[in-house]
């Protein structure tokens, strides 16, 4: 219906409608623009009942444990399809034909060297530097390096600089690895693909020959694609909040990964994994149900709930799956995946968790598959920030490419001191 409206109606003032806006699908959402020339504003800190933005890149459907990039379902893009396509559908908005897929992982691949000068930057941290403050101080850096794709109003400099930081976070990450263990940086090879060059520049040394294991290749490239976008999340409205102002590409991405470090965020994983490891056994599961279930008691099980979800996260699913796969298939057995199972188990029988509608979300599961591939916990955080790269610059992209784009600059309800006059410190 094109003239669904909202009605506001401001005690002592005349009422006024609001138009409503829908969108392709999801709730409809009232368009408050008009408001601030009423002299009313709203209030929502935290962005619960919000919408930043219009975007055609993600949907969500939380009540449905649905997830769409670009219309297509995640469990059949991680099933079928591959990171370095996924990641041309969140840029350009169609998939590609078998040509333009060639093309563009061709281009990725030859962006994947970093200039030589920033292996020095490694070297000013401290051997112990946690691995996700090098990626944000290195990749903040990047703009120093490239000054060919810097003017953002330029679609084809935005793209340039989307490229190049798909093609060199990978290339980054591992350094960042590398430095961490005093092993010596490891160059890109051309010949692999995208997740099979992430693999060798993390594990290979310079003494002997590295042969990538293909299983865990695919299970890098599915998880991945399982952390790649995901709508307007604290890190991707990070994002474009930093682009909003003009800032350069590898500027905002360094804001985005700051914003994910966080363990409400994508430092989930990480705390998930070292929870799993606490309580390191299905007797103590018990115990620490209770303590997230105590009001009292700040916390709160890692890898559960999620502010959009209100159902199973379909990413969480694909990387359960994904999780017995690997394990299996690397004769591996991780007591912590029996306690993940059972803590999931258990969590969705408890009315606590139902009532609040918590369920496993995307960093339950990855947590245990990384650590099987061999990735220390220190890094989990650092590979979701690999894979959201991609989305973090569709975002910015898209929102660039908008007309009439604005700074963003929300404003405050002010409960501070009313105005008063200064008072010299000999009179205080
Ligand atoms: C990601 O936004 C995204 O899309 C993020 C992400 C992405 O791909 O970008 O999906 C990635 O960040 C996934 C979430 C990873 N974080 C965690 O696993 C950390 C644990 N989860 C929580 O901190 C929490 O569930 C959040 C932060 C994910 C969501 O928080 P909300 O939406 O602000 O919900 P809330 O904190 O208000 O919680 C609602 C209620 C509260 O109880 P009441 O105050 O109403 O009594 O549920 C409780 C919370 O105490 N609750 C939990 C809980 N999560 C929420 N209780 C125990 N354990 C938990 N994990």
Known sequence: MADKKATVQVTGQEP??????????????????????QGVFTYDPGFLATASCQ????????????????????????NDSSYLELCYLLLHGELPSSEKLEEFEETIT??????????????????????????????????????????I?????????????VAKLPTIAAMAYKYSIGQPFVYPKNKLSYSENFLHMMFSVPAEDYEVNPIIAKAMDKIFMLHA???????TSTVRLAGSSGANPYACIAAGIASLWGPAHGGANEACLTMLQQIGSVDRIPEFVAKAKDKADPFRLMGFGHRV????????KVMRETCHEVLTALKINDPLLD?????????????????????????FYSGIILKAIGIPTSMFTVIFAMSRTVGWI???????????????????????????????????
């Not at 976008?229 to 890190?235: L, R, V």
């Open 229 to 235: 976008d995901h709508e307007q999340n604290a890190s």
């Open 16 to 37: 006024f409608d609001l138009p409503i806006m829908s969108g392709t699908a999801g709730n409809d959402v009232i368009d408050v623009r008009t408001l601030g020339a």
């Open 110 to 151: 030859h962006h994947t060297m970093v200039h030589e000068k920033i292996a020095n930057f490694f070297h000013g941290f401290v051997v112990d530097a946690h691995p996700m403050a090098m990626l944000c101080g290195v990749v903040g850096a990047l703009s120093s390096f490239y000054h060919d794709d810097l003017s």
């Open 339 to 363: 306690v993940a199972m059972e803590l999931e188990r258990i969590a969705l029988e408890d009315p606590y968790f139902v009532e609040k509608k918590l369920y496993p979300n995307v960093d």
């Open 309 to 316: 979800y209100k159902n199973f996260d379909p990413r969480a």
């Open 394 to 428: 569709s975002h910015w992209d898209e929102m660039l490419s908008e007309k009439g784009q604005k700074i963003g600059r929300p404003r405050q309800l002010y409960t501070g001191a009313p105005k008063r006059d200064y008072v010299t410190v000999d009179k205080r």
């Open 55 to 78: 975007s055609e890149i993600t949907f969500i459907d939380g009540g449905k444990g649905v997830l769409l990039h670009r219309g297509y379902p995640i469990e059949q893009l991680a």
């Open 153 to 165: 109003t330029d679609p084809a400099q935005r793209k340039r600089s989307a490229y190049r930081l």
